[in-house]
């Protein structure tokens, strides 16, 4: 048998040659990347594949070299030109694959078999060409299937180096270097894993078997070979997975791209909404600042959409929105954005604009209204108010700039709606109404952190010894100290707080007659005052037994006041509501009466216990004068009617002396004291209120 070996010097040269002409074939193919005209980058991709096909085919012949073969060995001229075409032609195409913006795993997966497949292709079709003399190729299955995936997942994981550090600038020298000696191994590999799949065997058993695996140094050429195949095969499988995870998360980061921009753009017209208006201004601000340029905003309401929804149904008023926004879109340019606030209001942005084509384009906007909407064969026609202002004149940020927009608007309501007013800092009623609405924010806070507190102004009889206390709330401001319920009220019924506010009062109370009775002091009966949103609330009843019961409230030491307008709202809601309170032991009293819906026709019918005289008719109260005529026929009736009588607003001595003279049972107001805090309350009066044994 003849023992066949390798010329070390050749081997390592044919790896060398190896990697030097796929670091210049790789240099070459970088030059697709940058901007050059598709004529030009085809012809360089077809010069980058040949030379990488040329890598290939000389590593081979020069292996085949470095083996010691048999005398008169020759190779077939035609198989071996189309050894080289096989490898140029596979990676013409597995550079054009990997060479395009984005690498799928799909597109990796395919390169590296191209390639490899052209590798292997080269190599076994290059053996095909081999002529020995009285000898013939057979190969060992099992290895050549092992040396084809050596060169797909050797070209796979150079292509994955290539495609992750390509923009890598710094060590660009290293990083061609480690992608010329990952492809360069993956030929070799595939070489001379082929090789040992190679036997050559005698045509006649004259000639001895020929096996070039069988001398030391080609098994030791073998394990290197096998063991670097095994690394690779490992990086190339964590390759592919970081290939899986990266593309898991392009398609997490697209998800959610889309899910913010589903979060910034209204469900209903698809203009963007609030969220993105806070982005889109936080930039439009700084850039008109540092250009000096103005940025227009036109606040836009539909006057009467809740009219529109209610007599022809929601449906109707969501097309509306959607034709209104339609149609404003339409006349758009690209330095002016249209913004759905919600509800019927829009804001108009026109960037770098000025007052004339602001004022222009809020023309536009009438005409397009006025134009009047078919919906569902229904004639729908509307009107628009609207509020200019500009920033940075009207407001350094979007919060101010949208409640200055808001007053403007509200101005244009005031002006008879389908108009619009430009925002002007100077008038008094602008100032009053921007005032109420930063009060109105602060009233949120207020509520959540508990900033209102309760004073008492007591009753007194007719000699003038306290026989009950009013609660009255107030609002301890951070900034503008102790405001009285004028202040902030209307407000609170306004946004709804005025029922968390209203409970808390109640359960304060409670709480301050189970105080009292501990102490040993009865200022009952204590009234607490319901504004109309809480009277009518559906939980009052069920809230009232529990702090009845909380607290060991008696009966007809918790009065419950309300308006004469509050009582008269609803009239036969009101007499079912005081008779279940009468029920649960809470008292009744109609404050401010005579200045709303006065009829004792109906109060006949009220389950009241006292009737609280409103201040307007005691203030001007003389003797002789109209108001003491009034008043005697007021408190006479009430009498009759068996109703405790309070006058409110009591001032000066004499008109305490000619209540009393018509019959007056109770007398509240400055001339006998004022509202106190608790405190100061039980230290004017504990003595006169002391309950004995």
Known sequence: MIHMSYDWSLVIGSALLAVVICYCAFSLQQLIMKQIDIKSEKIVLCFAGMSFGLAVWSMHFVGMFACDLPENFSFNKGLTLYSYIIAAVASIFAVWLTT???????????????????????????????????????????????????????????????????????????????VAVMLALSIVGMHYSGMAATSFFPNDESFEHLNVHQTTESLLIFTIIFITTIILLGVFFVAILEIRLE???????????????????????????????????????????????????????????????????????????????SRI???????????????????????????????????????????????????????????????????????????????????????????YSVFNSSTDQQITSKNQLKLMNDLYRAVDENQFTLFYQPKFDREYKVCGVESLIRWNHPTLGMLAPAMFIESAEQTGLI??????????????????????????????NLSVVQFEHKLLMQTLENLIEKYGIEEGNLVIEITESTAMHHIGTSI????????????????DFGTGHSSFLYLKDLPVDELKIDKAFIRDLTVGSKEEIILESIIRLANRLGLIVTAEGVETPMQAEILKRLGCQQFQGYLLSMPLPVDRLEMAYSSQVEMHP
């Open 247 to 325: 593309e898991r998360n392009k398609q997490l980061l697209k998800a959610n791209k889309e899910l913010k921009s589903l979060a910034m753009q209204d469900n209903l017209t698809k203009l963007p909404n609030r969220l993105f208006l806070n982005d889109y201004t936080d930039f439009l601000f700084s850039e008109s600042i540092l250009r000096e340029r103005q940025v227009g905003l036109i606040y836009i309401d539909i006057d009467g959409l809740k009219a529109i929804n209610d007599a022809f149904g929601h449906h109707v008023g969501d097309s509306l929105l959607i034709n209104f926004s």
């Open 100 to 178: 395009r913006s984005t690498l799928p795993f799909s597109r990796l997966i395919l390169g590296s078999i191209l390639m490899g497949i052209g590798i292997s292709g080269m190599h076994y079709v290059g053996m095909a060409g081999l002529d020995i003399p009285n000898y013939h190729i057979r190969y060992d299955p099992l290895i050549v299937v092992f040396s084809v995936m050596i060169a797909i997942c050797g070209s796979g994981l150079a292509f994955w180096l290539a495609f992750k550090y390509r923009e890598n600038f710094k060590y660009q020298f290293f990083y061609k270097l480690a």
């Open 499 to 528: 029922i968390r506010m209203g409970y808390w009062a109640l359960e304060e109370a409670c709480k301050q007659l189970q105080t009292w009775k501990s102490q040993g002091l009865d200022f009952s009966p204590l009234s607490v």
């Open 329 to 419: 879109y339409r006349i758009l340019n690209d330095r002016q954005k249209l913004i759905r606030l919600g509800g019927d209001e829009f804001l108009l942005i026109v960037e770098n604009s000025n007052k004339y084509e602001l004022e222009q384009m809020a023309q536009k906007i009438l005409d397009i209204a006025n134009q009047g909407f078919e919906i569902t064969e229904k004639s729908i026609n509307i009107t628009v108010s609207m509020g200019v202002v500009y920033y940075p004149n009207h407001g350094k940020n979007l919060q101010d700039l949208l409640i200055n927009a808001d007053l403007a608007m509200k101005t244009s309501k005031e002006q008879g709606r389908n108009t």
């Open 576 to 591: 079912r509501v005081f008779e279940k309170l009468r029920e649960i032991g809470v008292g009744l009293a109609i404050d």
